[in-house]
């Protein structure tokens, strides 16, 4: 009675929020457990097939998404909390979305993006029978302190899920020694050979987690993520899901050996490893990687991942990161992009930011200094933090846009910026807001 | 004129922005016609003190300080030997432990009982009136710095120990929690540095030209006023 009751009143609370215009994704959670503390552990009871949680530091959201819409193009009915709200509230709304008003759930799968400092919380009422990490880099350190703090939390909530399936990213280190102690089966997935140069790195974990000493590798394809090995036989595992041939521009396809070729309508090397965590998450699926080449061809990026807009003519693509891996993938993805562009970069230290910006400088911004960019702008809360950070890898004053007001700034460029293609880069509260102002500016979105 | 900086295991120690403070050291000295040599000793490399002017220890994780200290106790002497003798040390957040562990400079760590988390502004004189700093700590410890000079008094943050002050000096030496990084944003203590070790290597006192900091100035004074409030 309690549980239906408490569906009852959450959807009509969902539905007034959303009537108000609100996202409703996490205040009816919170409500939820206030009327029903058990209710996960009862919506666990109705998932017929698989409860999957998709953890890490990066890629979580994308790689969520893409699995939840690849289980639901095979036919499957899925409850995923799609806009990475991923902490408790976020999964218990991904559930009370599913159900109808009376309470009834139709469930195959449940696609959960997980945040790590949650997840033993989370598991607590709702053990997954698979669990997806898809790497482990250093985020928001004031937050969680050190990577180790994360890895910790991981464990723990690992230790909860003893029957759960790992599906891991072989070419991480840190994923890979993180997954060492448990007896779980494992699902490992990777790049299989050196596909494109990238010897930058964002630190951390390049050292062996079990004698301490540095890894050897043959190739890095992003910070630590690569070949490794070291010297007391700690390396990189024997790959179940890999991929090779990988093509970057203008548009990404890569072979996954043994099943065939994914061409994904979008960009971003990073989205070779979020693919490869859906195709290694879906193995025990008839038509699994049929319906996740299908889903790649219909990719549309979500909010700020590589997001385009068309405005007067020209493409505004719109790159959220949160950290400095993740922004020097957006360093990358616009350096590929031979045509003349203008670059603007938003940066606030809001409290989903971290209030810390020290990481700014552990981007290679250096990269952007190409003969194709037109312009640079800076814009958010630390716009001045953003100017000096570029000022320092070698532009003077007078050629870095202060800009406070993103909206006039991405207005003028628009209008009679030289570039043909504008790139918008923002960390994570800077995100909606500049969404917004694109829109504002006439901006059609190709995100879901 | 050359400046020779090292950089202290930047492939360890790469947590906070630190390759912001080798930067900041280099663009200005370049800027002002003086010629740099940066020297990166990395988890394989030797560390030579003879061919040094500015020393630079930054911080990083748990694990690799501890790997750094194990490198740099065997050459402590040597170290001591630089520091007493007025070489040019800036150790920064994890550095400022270390360089107290080695017995760099005198002072003591205690666990604390909570992490200090957040945007720091300090006053500071570097000899030519006073002067506001900002940075931001994140560390577990409290200092004690004994009889050392701190680098300033704190106005807003914890500092060394929640007493009012943060960082220490000691000859050469400046040591500080403070990261952000800390010198891009504090030209006035990025150039006392420079100015030190001009004056270590070529005797007589040494003036740096002034520089066009407008972005400088308004990168400080933006993070001052929000954390301070308008009028300061």
């Known amino acids: 009675m309690k549980y239906f009751l408490t569906v009852f009143i959450c959807k009509i609370f969902i539905f007034v929020l959303r009537v108000l215009g609100k996202k409703a994704t996490s205040a009816p959670g919170k409500l939820a457990f206030k009327l029903y503390p058990d209710i996960l552990k009862e919506f666990q009871k109705k998932v017929k097939k698989e409860v999957i949680a998709v953890m890490g530091t990066n890629g979580k959201t994308t790689t969520n998404n893409i699995l939840a819409d690849t289980l639901s193009n095979a036919g499957y009915s899925v409850a995923c909390n799609r806009l990475g709200a991923n902490m408790d509230e976020g999964a218990v709304v991904a559930f009370i979305e599913k159900c109808n008003i009376f309470g009834k759930i139709d469930v195959d799968y449940a696609c959960l993006e997980t945040d790590e400092g949650w997840a033993e919380y989370i598991f607590k009422m709702i053990t997954p029978d698979k669990i997806v990490i898809t790497n482990l880099f250093r985020d928001q350190l004031d937050r969680y302190g050190e990577i180790d703090i994360t890895m910790n939390f991981l464990k723990r909530a690992i230790s909860l899920a003893p029957n759960a399936v790992l599906v891991l990213n072989g070419d991480d280190p840190l994923t890979v020694s993180l997954a060492a102690d448990f007896s779980n089966e494992k699902i490992f997935y990777g790049i299989k050979n050196k596909e494109f140069d990238n010897a930058k790195d964002s630190g951390e974990g390049k050292f062996c987690h079990f004698c301490g000493k540095p890894l050897k590798y043959n190739f890095h394809h992003f910070s630590q993520l690569g070949d490794y090995s070291c010297w007391c036989g700690f390396k990189r595992p024997a790959l179940d899901v890999c991929a090779k041939d990988v093509k970057l521009f203008p548009a990404l396809s890569f072979n996954i050996e043994g099943f065939g070729i994914i061409e994904l309508n979008g960009r971003g090397k990073y989205n070779i490893y979020n693919i490869l965590a859906v195709a290694s998450s879906i193995l025990n699926i008839d038509s699994g990687f049929e319906m996740l080449k299908k889903t790649a061809r219909e990719y549309k990026p979500q909010a700020g991942r590589l997001e385009k807009f068309k405005i007067g003519g020209k493409n505004v693509y719109l790159l959220l990161a949160k950290n400095p891996a993740g922004f020097n993938q957006s360093v990358e993805t616009v350096k590929e992009d031979p045509d003349k562009k203008d670059i603007v970069i938003a940066i606030n230290d809001g409290i989903g930011d971290g209030k810390d910006v020290s990481w700014l400088w552990d981007v290679e911004f250096e990269d952007l200094m190409q003969e194709n960019t037109t312009s640079y ?72 | 004129m050359q400046i020779r900086i090292v950089h202290l295991y930047p492939d360890l120690l790469n947590l906070y922005g630190d390759k912001g403070n080798i930067s900041a050291l280099e663009k200005r000295c370049i800027w002002r016609g003086i010629d740099v040599q940066i020297t990166e000793i990395k988890t394989d490399g030797v560390l030579n003190l003879e061919e040094c002017d500015i020393l630079f220890l930054g911080g990083g994780g748990q694990h690799e300080q501890e790997i750094v200290l194990e490198k740099l106790s065997a050459q402590k002497d040597a170290l001591k030997e630089y520091v007493d003798s007025g070489g040019v040390l800036l150790a920064v957040c994890g550095g400022f432990q270390m360089a107290g562990k080695l017995g760099l400079i005198d002072v003591r760590y205690k666990k604390a009982k909570q992490r200090a988390s957040g945007n720091v502004i300090i006053e500071c004189d570097f000899g030519s009136g006073k002067v506001l700093v900002s940075g931001f700590e994140n560390h577990e410890y409290t200092t004690d710095i004994g009889d050392l000079k701190p680098l300033g008094d704190v106005l807003e943050g914890f500092g060394n120990n929640g007493m009012g002050f943060e960082g220490a000096m000691y000859k050469n030496v400046v040591a500080s929690n403070l990261h952000g990084p800390l010198l891009p944003k504090n030209p006035e203590l990025c150039d006392f540095i420079i100015k030190k070790a001009l004056e270590r290597k070529y005797g007589g006192d040494v003036s740096l030209a002034s520089l066009s900091d407008n972005f400088e100035n308004i990168a400080s004074k933006n993070i001052i006023k929000a954390v301070l409030g308008e009028n300061k």
């Not at chain 1, 702008?377 to 004053?397: I, P, T």
Request: hydrophobic residues 40%.
């Open chain 1, 377 to 448: 702008s800076v814009s958010g809360s630390r716009y001045a933090d953003m100017g000096l950070r570029l000022k320092y890898s070698g532009l003077s004053e007078g050629e870095i846009f202060l800009c406070p007001d993103i909206k006039t700034r991405l207005k003028e460029l628009i209008a009679s910026g030289s570039g043909d293609v504008i790139y918008v880069l923002v960390n994570y509260t800077a995100l909606f807001s500049t969404q917004a102002v694109l829109k504002e500016l006439g901006g059609n979105s190709n995100a879901n």
